[in-house]
Every structure is written in C-alpha cells, then in structure tokens.
C-alpha cells in the first residue's frame, strides 16, 4: 500500500512537471501587460488607420529603456527625406497619441517617452537606419 502511495505521488508530481514545462513560453500562459504596452500598441492602432502615415512601421515598449519604440520602413534612402517622413510620425504622436494618452488614461508622456527610428529597406532585408528621433532630437546612426 505504502509502494502505491508512493507511485501515486511520484506520478502526480510528473504531469503536474510535465504540465508546467508545456505552459512555460507557450501562448496559453498568461501575460502582465505594462501601461507601456498598452499605450505602444494604441499608437501602432492609431496609426495603422491614419491615411497621411504610409510608410508600414512597428510599435513596441522596452521595458528595459522604458519608452516606447516607433520602427519606420520608409522608401527614402537620403537623410532629408527621411527626416521629413519621420517628422510626420512625430508630429502624428506629439499632436494626437500624447494628448489621447492624456485624456483617456491620465497618462503624461512627453518627447522623451519615445524613440523613432526610419529605417530604409524592408525589415527582413537588414535596412538601414538613416535618422532617429530621440530625447527630443534629430540624431544620425552612430556607425
């Protein structure tokens, strides 16, 4: 009686083992989300439906730098017009996802809350950084 007890533990102890190793990086397992996050991706929403931002770009929180990450894949392969592109994107966030974080979330962002990068190329392709905007300036690649 004692051996089966024993088994039946020791079994127990497996699946639950083993369940928790299938959970572990899978897309069941559950996910704190950061007003960071939140706010990356509703400006990714904003802009995915605003017609004057064309150029296709990805949104993210660092946590670790704590801004959020704007990605531009623009077809301008010279700093200037790069610069003018990124500027649009700038302007779209200071003029209207800054003051929605604001209104509808109590939420202070400023110009140091964000980290824009025009890249030119497609982002499976290595592109190429040509101009970002950081800490509330126009910065070229550091190469």
Same mark, same amino acid.
């Given at each position: 009686?004692?051996?089966? %007890? %024993?088994?039946?533990?020791?079994? $127990?102890?497996? /699946?639950?083992?083993? =369940? ?14 950061? /007003? ?15 017609? $004057?931002?064309?150029?296709?770009? &990805? ?9 959020? &990450? /704007? ?21 779209f966030v200071k003029d209207f996802h800054i003051p929605d974080m604001n209104k509808?979330?109590?939420? =202070? ?9 025009y890249f030119y190329g497609k982002f499976n392709e290595k592109p190429k950084e ?8 126009? &910065?070229?690649?550091?190469?």
């Amino acid at each position: 009686m004692k051996k089966l %007890i %024993i088994f039946i533990i020791l079994s $127990f102890m497996f /699946v639950n083992y083993a =369940e928790s190793k299938e959970q572990k990086g899978s897309l069941s397992q559950s996910y704190n989300a950061s /007003v960071g996050d939140w706010a990356a991706y509703r400006l990714s929403e904003m802009i995915r439906i605003t017609p $004057f931002l064309q150029a296709p770009c &990805l949104t993210i929180y660092d946590k670790r730098k704590n801004m959020i &990450l /704007v990605e531009i894949y623009g077809v301008h392969n010279n700093v200037e017009n790069a610069k003018k592109g990124l500027q649009g994107y700038w302007n779209f966030v200071k003029d209207f996802h800054i003051p929605d974080m604001n209104k509808n979330f109590g939420i =202070e962002l400023s110009e140091n809350d964000y980290v824009i990068v025009y890249f030119y190329g497609k982002f499976n392709e290595k592109p190429k950084e040509m101009i970002r905007f950081e800490k509330g300036k126009m &910065l070229l690649p550091q190469e």
